[in-house]
């Protein structure tokens, strides 16, 4: 019964339109950053960062490289835009549609249903991110007639790496697993919000508020010495998989510390929900 | 079927349901009237485990709501006014859905249903196309799918036709005498709780007014409305004699045993007065509600 309960939530999310906005919007954003890059001012740059450092330009300047950069360049905002949209759905909507009411009159426990509709949202996460990662790389590979060499420059991360086609494509699918595993936290963090009584807008609102908070506050200048603190340095961890030598330890160190944050806003979410009343 | 003991809910400082005691029969169509926020819908989340109680304890079928939630609500269906639906989906999608968080759901079973409610035709389109009417029939579908054994319908005739509710009306009396399902059926509308139900509760502002059978509330008593000439003179002479009970202060009266509008439109032209007019009436809530409180205070 699980699995077909687990089933019909996936049915439920992937049914409704507002779920493919993400997908949609990645894709438009995906045209928009090629034609961008199209610019002479950004090719400029480009050339400059690889030339200056010994590297060819047009050897670099792929369909991988490309693919990276939409994703390093979209992944913070729109990830976390559509990731906490679905997940801020996930309860709240229900809720506010009248739903849940009836699902509440079943015999299923409050605490299996929110199990299932967080993993609902885990799946969510991972076909989305697959979904980017697939599309950018595709993207790339038109737009530059073929896969070709990995250059990725991250320089807070402290990250200069280029990498053959097949390291690369390895590193790449290997880094968009990571990324799956680490933006979860926002999808938990929109759930949770969710678990509680409020529009799913709110939700919504206050996942990416305390992501961007989060995010400014970290790169302000006076917290560099508690960067370990915050949520958006280990959300970061999945670009460390493209170090040359990769720092397992700080990034199992950041899964770590993710896992927990998804397990307290799960708990957070699930204490609320099971003691709230449901009245039309 | 149903026992609760003891309830107690607020809301913030205001009393939803204060102390209720309540038993439901097995095989029975009881109705539970009173206004809108009189508390049934509280009592019935309460029943349904979406309302947790302050106090008090709430059973079906000899299993706690709170302590034993899958083994008490596997045998209940529930509908509530203007259900909710996911109207993206085909009624079968919602139907197979809402009756996955029960169990298995069998096709055979949902074939029966589905033609039941008379969905048969349109059960595969979405459900955002469906009249009203339409979704209260697929309500009820979903509700009878996992075969409950106890039915709750909080306020299933709001928004319907007429013709809506004669339908939902029969279909309830049906599933009662032929499928065996106990039904506890919440209401607003006097008329609907007295055409459906032997038993019923009478609520307001949280309490229990009534608990019982029809009769005992005396509403089978004829009454009628009265308006001559001297309205004192003739209200004092039937009850005088024998041909009503009494008067309400509106000009009402509960007629005699014997009586009849006949009987005593003849007294009065007997006795010369001069009719406005004089008709029989049906007590509506209001009424019930007055009588009760009256009936309180005399006893007090």
Same mark, same amino acid.
């Given at each position: 019964?699980?699995?077909?309960?687990?089933?019909?939530?996936?049915?439920?999310?992937?049914?409704?339109?507002?779920?493919?906005?993400?997908?949609?919007?990645? #894709?438009?954003?995906?045209? $928009?950053?090629?034609?961008?890059?199209?610019?002479? &001012?950004?090719? &400029?740059?480009?050339?400059?960062?690889?030339?200056?450092?010994? *590297?060819?330009?047009?050897?670099? *300047?792929?369909?991988?490289?490309?693919?990276?950069?939409?994703?390093?360049?979209?992944?913070?905002l729109l990830g976390g835009l559509y990731l906490s949209l679905v997940s801020g759905d996930v309860v709240a909507k229900e809720v506010e549609e009248g739903t849940m009411r009836m699902v509440l009159?079943?015999?299923?426990?409050?605490?299996?249903?929110?199990?299932? &509709?967080?993993?609902?949202?885990?799946? =969510?996460t991972f076909a989305l991110i697959l979904f980017i990662g697939v599309t950018s790389l595709l993207a790339g590979v038109i737009y530059r007639g073929g896969l070709g060499k990995l250059f990725i420059f991250a320089p807070q991360e402290g990250i200069f790496g280029l990498f053959d086609t097949g390291e690369a494509l390895w590193r790449f699918g290997r880094g968009m697993f990571f990324l799956a595993l680490v933006t979860q936290v926002v999808s938990t963090m929109g759930f949770m919000f969710s678990c509680f009584n409020m529009k799913p807008a709110a939700a919504t609102i206050l996942t990416l508020s305390v992501m961007f908070v989060d995010f400014v506050v970290r790169n302000m200048p006076y917290f560099q010495d508690i960067q370990k603190y915050f949520i958006t340095y280990h959300t970061a961890?999945?670009?460390?998989?493209?170090?040359?030598? +990769?720092?397992?330890?700080? $990034?199992?160190?950041?899964? +770590?510390?993710?896992?927990?944050?998804?397990?307290?806003?799960?708990? $957070?979410?699930?204490m609320r929900f099971c003691t709230r009343d449901f009245k039309s | 079927m149903i026992s609760i003991r003891g309830v107690c809910k607020k809301f913030g400082g205001r009393v939803a349901v204060d102390h209720l005691n309540l038993d439901v029969p097995r095989g029975q169509i009881f109705g539970m009237l009173g206004h809108n926020g009189a508390g049934k819908s509280t009592t019935i989340g309460m029943l349904l485990g979406q309302v947790y109680p302050d106090e008090g304890q709430l059973m079906i079928g000899g299993e706690d709501v709170f302590a034993n939630r899958s083994k008490a609500l596997?045998?209940?269906?529930?509908?509530?006014?203007?259900?909710?639906?996911?109207?993206?989906?085909?009624?079968?999608?919602?139907?197979?859905?809402?009756?996955?968080?029960?169990?298995? #759901?069998?096709?055979?079973?949902?074939?029966e249903v589905v033609k039941l409610v008379g969905l048969e035709g349109r059960i595969h389109d979405r459900v955002r196309? =469906?009249?009203?009417?339409?979704?209260?029939?697929?309500?009820l579908a979903q509700a009878l799918l996992p075969n409950p054994e106890l039915l709750i319908l909080d306020e299933p005739n709001d928004g319907l036709d007429p013709e809506g509710i004669h339908e939902m009306r029969n279909l309830i009396?049906?599933?009662?005498?032929?499928?065996?399902?106990? $039904?506890?059926?919440?209401s607003h509308q006097l008329n609907e709780v007295q055409h459906l139900c032997t038993h019923l509760a009478v609520m307001r502002e949280g309490e229990l007014l009534f608990s019982g059978e029809w009769r005992q509330l005396g509403l089978d008593q004829a009454w009628i409305r009265l308006r001559v000439d001297r309205q004192a003179e003739a209200e004092k002479g039937l009850v005088g004699a024998g041909l009503v009970k009494s008067f309400s202060a509106e000009g009402h009266g509960m007629l005699g045993p014997d009586a009849d509008v006949a009987k005593v439109a003849e007294w009065l032209v007997h006795g010369r007065f001069r009719i406005g007019a004089i008709a029989p009436i049906e007590r509506?809530?209001?009424? #019930? *509600?007055?009588?009760?409180?009256?009936?309180?205070?005399?006893?007090?």
């Open positions: 019964m699980f699995w077909n309960q687990l089933k019909n939530e996936l049915l439920k999310m992937f049914a409704r339109k507002r779920t493919y906005i993400g997908f949609g919007a990645f #894709v438009a954003v995906e045209f $928009i950053i090629l034609a961008l890059l199209q610019l002479p &001012k950004a090719k &400029k740059a480009f050339v400059e960062l690889l030339t200056k450092n010994g *590297y060819g330009f047009e050897e670099y *300047y792929s369909g991988i490289t490309m693919a990276m950069l939409m994703i390093l360049f979209t992944i913070f009159a079943r015999p299923i426990s409050r605490l299996r249903l929110l199990v299932i &509709k967080w993993l609902a949202c885990v799946v =969510y961890g999945w670009v460390r998989t493209f170090h040359d030598i +990769v720092p397992w330890w700080s $990034i199992g160190e950041s899964l +770590v510390y993710l896992a927990a944050l998804n397990l307290t806003f799960f708990i $957070i979410g699930a | 596997g045998r209940v269906g529930a509908i509530f006014e203007s259900p909710s639906f996911y109207d993206y989906l085909s009624g079968a999608s919602n139907l197979r859905i809402f009756c996955e968080y029960s169990g298995p #759901v069998d096709a055979k079973r949902m074939e196309v =469906y009249s009203h009417g339409m979704r209260q029939r697929l309500a009396v049906k599933l009662n005498r032929e499928w065996g399902l106990t $039904i506890l059926f919440s509506d809530l209001e009424d #019930v *509600y007055l009588a009760m409180v009256r009936k309180e205070k005399d006893e007090g």
